[in-house]
């Protein structure tokens, strides 16, 4: 099972931050769990069924089907268009990013087979920069449609991300019409694209490519909007509403079709591919 | 109120003014002394204006008495008759459209509005818009498409409005499907920033074949105060914030941005508006001639090519 390659590899390779600590509380209901079993529980909290934030290769094993993926992403690296300095210049900090993630940007993905569905599974990084979208996110996202649009495959996204990417002003803000005009071309192939929103999906990703999915299924508990809750906060000069913008509140809002716990991602996901991808699929 | 930077301009002009009175009333000749100092003025308001900062230009941007999208098509066009509603939930008065005739050819518009007047403004929530606003954008888009009337649209919003009934309404979702709609268009489409364009909320109706630029507008990710509240945590940073967006015409005209940059008279559009509107009219005119000839397919093409072209990034 691809899942237990993934969690082989994440104990083997062990980093400092990882072996200490055998024990995670969770910060929602203080429950300290084992990490172990939290792994295996694909860092659900098994006591209050909290998502924990997970590394982008999780949500690919999750996904893809075993031995099926093939990665397209990282050819491309970003640059710094706007000499853009702010408590530090950006290279240094993207840099430090590349130097964390062991990936040029924010974004990991390529070909899959997802319960048989031939894909193009994108997954977003939080990890790096917030998972902000500037030209390189923007260009995977528009190559990943390309490719899914040639191929004849399904487009399935994990998004988390901040937004658009300030150091790149305007550039990260193209990139919004780019990765939506790009969807075109899955659609004109009548090919279905799915998205899958995690905790946090605002700013300009919300407002471009990730709402406009065939289907959109929301991670329990995730932070989904336009404006972030302390911008809002700020404008209207109160507190705001116990849930609001969390994937609940907009399933009720009849903004997302479904909120999946994540252990039954793959099985919803694949639900859903099967019968909107109109291909012939192989049996998975 | 004049910006800080105009005070110069305004005290020489009011200098002027006395004298031209005083010459009046005294019968007096002092056309000498008057044409000396009017030949400072033209001078000083060059000097300044060639030295403008990033930030004096958002300054700029924002100036009342800058023409908004109703002056506009007050300015440019022969006739116009204004189409509201979103047909769903309600008319969002940030945003205003019609049908109208531009040298004698039919054209569908769509624009924020902001207001003159606290009033207004606040009427018109400062040209924020919420859903029904870009709802309403989407419904001219399609009359656009239906008509075969070209599509003009004019951005001047500090941004979608950031609150809780726009989140509720899905303003995310609507904001994409804007831009969406608008990269759709069969018809010819141009986009000109007049003032403030602000983030998504200014993309959503920015999607254009051409897109021009007035010369003291900005177009950005993010206004400068929520840039510098976000990486400096202060807003008083803006100005350094303004300065490292690259925020201004000529940065986005060299960023591939925008295709052309409208200009100004001296003083900014806010000093002379008329002047402003004519420069404006003459370019869209221009860019509308550009796309004249070309199918949906190829206006398609046109506008896909130009928005999957930008970015700046390395291979390999």
Redesign the interface.
Known sequence: MALDRLFRRRRTRGGGREVPELWVRCPRCDAQVYKRDLEQNLWVCPECGYHHRVPVETYVAVLADPDSFEPTTG?????D??G????EPYPERLARYQQKTGRPDAIYGGRATIGGVPSVLLVMDYAFAGGSM???V??EI?RGAELAAAENRALVIVTASGG???Q???????????T?????LVFAKRLPYLAVLTDPT???V???????ADVILAEPGALI???GPR??KQ??RQD??EG??RSE?LKK?G?VDEVVDRRRLRETVVRFLRLLYPGEVDAA | MPLEFERPILELEEKIRALETTAREQNLDLSEEIGLLKEKLARLEREIFAGLTPWQRVQLARASGRPTTLDVAQGIFEEYVELKGDRAFADDPAVVGGVARLEGRRVVFVGHQKGKTTKENIARNFGMPHPEGYRKAMRLMELADREGLPFLAFIDTPG?????S????????I???S??RM??LRVPAVAVILGEGG??GA??I??GNRVLIMENAW????SPE??AA???HDAKEAERAAA????TARD?LS?G?VDRIVPEPGGGAHRNPEAALAELKRALLESLEELDGLDPEALWQD??RK??G???????
């Open positions: 050819k491309v690296r970003p640059t268009p706007l853009f300095v702010d408590t500037g030209s390189v923007g260009e528009a658009a990417r300030m790149e002003g305007a550039l990260s803000l193209m990139q919004m019409a780019k939506t005009m790009a969807l075109d605002t700013g300009g919300t407002a471009s490519f990730a709402t406009l909007g336009f404006a911008v809002i404008t209207i705001l509403p609001f913008q509140f809002q903004l | 979608a409005y950031p609150g809780i726009a989140e509720e309404r899905g303003q995310a979702w904001i994409a499907r831009i969406q990269s759709r983030s998504g993309l959503a920015g999607v177009y950005s990710v993010i929520s840039c976000i990486l400096w490292a967006l690259k925020l986005l960023l941005v506008r896909y928005f999957r930008i970015g700046a990034f390395e291979e390999g």
